[in-house]
């Protein structure tokens, strides 16, 4: 089990270009996060998707949209990157059982820069 | 507004040490709390978690409690080693939202010294 995996994991943006990152999971989890993390910050929520074929805003969707692809994958696509978009993405998944009380299981991160 | 409030920012203590890192926590209505360890370029990994019921849970060298009705909880560390350096962050889940939405504090980031 490979668990929840992200490409790329560093990306340089130039203020205006568009990107999509990817997210994996192989644990059958049906939802699926993304965050983003900034220095001296808790992670926020960008997005989720709680059951495959839905999506919804979290705390700070301005500027990013999601794609559910099919269970496993969840992107995150920046259409014209600010640099106030510079910061640390994770993807995290779920199950939609109660045990361990809807833990929430993290990818590895990437590092975005827009210059 | 629901938020979550970590101290100390940062520590620093020697291998062998104790230590222990402060949560406060404002989210109502309280459903569990969760401690994560995260590395250095790594995503976080969960350690605890603790429900309402719940005041005390371990996890070998990590103990943490909560104080639900003074909305506290504290994550203690025995015996540190080097690996135990990291950033360590509180979580808290409110009822509803079918646990979707998280409070993340800031975290605390911990260094431990040979």
């Known amino acids: 089990n490979a668990g929840v995996t992200q490409t790329p994991k560093f990306q340089v943006l130039k203020t205006g270009q568009s990107m999509t990152l990817q997210c994996a999971q192989d644990m059958n989890h049906n939802s699926m996060y993304w965050y983003r993390q900034d220095p001296g910050m808790g992670l926020r929520l960008i997005y989720y998707?709680?059951?495959?074929?839905?999506?919804d805003k979290g705390e700070v969707p301005n500027g990013y949209n999601v794609s559910r692809l099919n269970k496993r994958e969840f992107s995150l696509r920046l259409e014209s990157a600010a640099p106030s978009q510079t910061s640390v993405y994770f993807c995290?998944?779920?199950?939609?059982?109660?045990?361990?009380?809807?833990?929430?299981?993290f990818g590895p991160g990437t590092r975005l820069t827009v210059t | 507004k629901n938020q979550v409030e970590q101290s100390p920012q940062s520590l620093i203590i020697l291998e062998g040490k104790n230590c222990t890192l402060q949560?406060?926590?404002?989210?109502?209505?309280?459903?569990?709390l969760r401690w994560y360890k995260q590395d250095t370029g790594r995503g976080p990994v969960s350690l605890t978690i603790?429900?309402?019921?719940?005041n005390t849970k371990s996890n070998g060298r990590y103990t943490a409690t909560l104080d639900a009705d003074t909305k506290q909880s504290s994550l203690h560390i025995t015996a540190s080693q080097l690996s135990d350096s990291a950033s360590y962050i509180c979580?808290?889940?409110?009822?509803?939202?079918?646990?979707?939405?998280?409070?993340f504090g800031g975290g605390t980031r911990l260094m431990v010294k040979p």
């Open positions: 995290a998944s779920r199950t939609r059982f109660l045990t361990p009380a809807y833990e929430q299981y």
């Open positions: 979580v808290v889940s409110a009822i509803g939202n079918a646990g979707n939405m998280l409070t």
């Open positions: 603790m429900t309402f019921s719940e």
């Open positions: 998707s709680a059951s495959e074929g839905t999506t």
């Open positions: 949560c406060n926590y404002t989210v109502s209505p309280f459903s569990n």
